[in-house]
């Protein structure tokens, strides 16, 4: 099975923003976060695989987690929800503790590798995440625009080893679903995460090319919100390659 399947196999994604907050030292976030947190998510059924991430952009949340899944599905899943109710008195304590949480849980829209990819590559030194907010009128063309232009311009710059596009199905932050605004015009949420082993890919003349096409152009007229975030891997715990 090449790379290109097994990154299609994962037809979802959950993926955490958190920061420790004032209330948490990090030495104890991290701790509980490596050592009970994501160990008990990695006997869900469906959840595949999991990495950690910290900033390096200084940005916030500084903090970042990735599971890959079978489907959007998992996140509604007994086993789960049922994770909250038997956690710890330590994870409930940390939990409302922590200065933010953020739980995103997406659809798989596509993948791509570079040719040179090997699995030992994998995952990759860094993650450049990439959200975009796009109305529904121009959701088509952004679709196009990125499967069949933008991540193939992205895919020529030395380091990058792979990218993987989603969709938003929901967004909780404190167990709360975050709806948009009444007065809100309709749009959709898409999510890029493209793994690199270089820190300098942007000062690279193959990323300032892919912003600076006509088809580009046309397609930012569309796009309501966009936010670009750069994390280096902390750890990973179980690899989906």
Known sequence: MSIYEKLDTSKGLIFVYSDPGLKVKEEDYNDWYDNEHIPSRLNVPGILSSARYRAVDSQSPSWLALYDITSPDVAQSAAYKGLGPIASNREKQIMADLGSINRRVYEHVMSLSHPTTGI???PGQ??????MK????GEEEFNRWYNEEHILFLSKIPGWLCGRRYKLVESVS??????????EMPSVDYLAIHELENYDFM???AFN?????PWRE?????VMHSELRLF??????????
């Open 134 to 137: 796009v109305t529904l009128e």
């Open 120 to 122: 030992s590559s994998l």
């Open 126 to 131: 860094y993650i450049f995440a990439v959200h």
């Open 174 to 183: 404190r167990g709360v679903k975050i709806e948009p605004a009444e007065d």
């Open 218 to 222: 046309r397609v930012l007229k569309s």
């Open 209 to 213: 090319a892919a912003f600076q096409t």
């Open 203 to 205: 000062q690279r003349p």
């Open 232 to 241: 280096e891997r902390h750890r990973v715990f179980r690899t989906l390659y």
